[in-house]
DNA sequence: CTTTATATGTGAGAGCCTCTCACTTTGACA
DNA sequence: TGTCAAAGTGAGAGGCTCTCACATATAAAG
């Protein structure tokens, strides 16, 4: 064992793996679990077949984590913190107190369903499991501060009244809604071929207008 | 062993089963498959113990289903007609093209999500498993056709025209959505009350206004 | 009223899974 | 250099799905 493949990231994820003691192995494992949820679906998930992947027996991820539960909740968080990320990338094109603003974080928030589906069940869909964490609560809040902060600028305002909270509510319901249509493929089976962008555009044009009598 | 308890529904679904044949295993088994679906969840819902609760052996299942998923799916249909029968029900109180029936429909959904969360989440949710099923699939275009159909007489007209498909697409989106966050405990734990009537009623009046400019 | 065929249930077991435990390896640091 | 704690392993207990050869009750036919 020559001492340039001794350590670092050398390992690319192949089984074959040289060294004594792994790289980092749960960092691996994590990236290991999200793309086996990815495309085989959350429920198949399997640890074995993780451990596989990473090239370690199957005892090792429990040196890292928990459960299996764990190793979800691990790749549920990273899908949160990435679709937080990237919501607020997605509001610095438009000037503040737009509706571009509003319909930019809908559209993340439906996009990263459609590009990660897994992930994005995972980090709603099965609550039973990861239901108390409070890891996963704090970026929900986080997500949802963020539609009502935004809301309540549309208004010219930056406090957040129970008006906001009430449209920031009924948004995130509709884009919620929307997301899992559109993953269940419901959409597709009901013969719907619907634009995003206009639906989106549309949706957030009707809940940030005046209270209807 | 008497006459009296040799066949029928004697058998109360506890272990102990006194006759040589069962009276309808494959009934009691989506029954029981019912039952722990909605109390452990979809995930970490097992045959075995579907068995136990039936008092039969693990291999019986198989005489009746191809398959676990099989098992589910059938558990899936029956939500999906009762939700249906449901929502035919609460259309009978209101007069036709009144935005009460709209509401009513609404209601039926997320109210059919909170009450069986579990079956709810079976019949949307899992998706890969039972994917291309027909019955499925046809038995969404028939709650969908129903709203499509209450939607268009809502304008007055009888023939569903692309705005009602659109308009109803929305009030679904919605829906799922509100129901969705609703059992997956989402509101709660954003400190958020919600008056589910009034949340129907307003996005049912905010939809079925005239389209926004 | 037998006989036979069919549907339905069973026990055993193959092969997968999760998770534990005693044990080994290895890198860090005193 | 010696010791320890962290990280990985093989074996295996116990649970799961599903198959298969076999058993048994009911219905249909003789």
Not at 118 to 129: A, T
Not at 183 to 211: P, Q
Request: net charge negative; proline share 4%.
């Amino acid at each position: 064992m020559s001492d340039a493949e001794k350590n670092s990231e050398m390992d690319d994820g192949a089984p074959k793996r040289s060294t004594y003691h792994h790289g980092d192995l749960r960092a691996q494992l994590i990236e290991a679990t999200r793309h086996l949820v990815e495309d085989k679906g959350p429920d198949h998930f399997s640890v074995s077949e993780a451990c596989r992947v990473a090239g370690v027996s199957t005892a090792a991820p429990y040196k890292h984590f928990k459960d299996k539960s764990e190793m979800l909740r691990e790749v549920a968080l990273g899908g949160m913190q990435r679709q937080y990320q990237q919501m607020t990338e997605a509001l610095a094109p438009h000037p503040p107190g737009t509706l571009d603003r509003i319909v930019a974080l809908g559209r993340v928030y439906t996009q990263f369903a459609v590009t990660e589906p897994g992930v994005f069940r995972l980090m709603f869909g099965l609550s039973k499991d990861h239901d108390g964490d409070e890891c996963l609560i704090d970026m929900g809040r986080n997500v949802f501060g963020m539609v009502q902060q935004q809301v309540a600028q549309f208004r010219g305002s930056d406090v957040i009244e129970p008006l906001d909270e009430r449209r920031a509510f009924l948004l995130w319901s509709f884009v919620h809604g929307l997301s899992f249509l559109q993953i269940d493929g419901k959409l597709s089976k009901m013969d719907m071929a619907v634009d995003m962008d206009d639906v989106l555009r549309e949706v957030s044009e009707r809940v940030m207008r005046d209270a209807p009598a």
